[in-house]
């Protein structure tokens, strides 16, 4: 189960909004998270709090297919993202560095600042703050267990 605050977002949020270009010659995910969300909120990575979900439109992360994206936004503090549709690429990357997405065909029903929980493994979204509930895709299992380990590598390689 994940729950947290709500940042919402627009359509069509692409990998240079997530994490601006210039910012690619560092794979430091401190420095990554401080730039999270840069092209569109300058502030975002100063006000987000650890465990929010960002909710957003159509086809968030589209754009590059760099790892870069999804790093930032987890290593940001977020625990989730819901949106309408996610880009193919962006959808793998993200699985593999352990940072769980859902794609939701009610996302712009939800608003900034609303409290979700998510039931990864049941496919249902709670907008506790609307008190509404939203169907999602159940997490497949393995799908689970890569996101528990921390992601891809972290699932394969023994600590």
Known sequence: MIEGKVYKFADDVNTDDIIPAIYLDTVDEKELANHCMEGID?????????????????????????????????????????????????????????LPLFSC???????????????????????LTQNKTYKTSPMPEFMQRLISAGGLMESIIPK
């Open 42 to 98: 300058p502030d975002f990575s100063k006000k987000v709090e650890s465990g929010s979900i960002i909710v957003a439109g159509r086809n968030f992360g589209c754009g590059s297919s760099r790892e870069h994206a999804p790093i930032a936004i987890k290593a940001c503090g977020i625990s989730a993202v819901v949106a309408l549709s996610f880009a193919r690429i962006f959808f793998r990357n993200s699985i593999n560095i352990g």
């Open 105 to 127: 065909q009610q996302a712009d029903e939800i608003n900034n600042g609303d409290i979700l929980k998510i039931v990864v493994g049941e496919g249902r979204i709670e907008d």
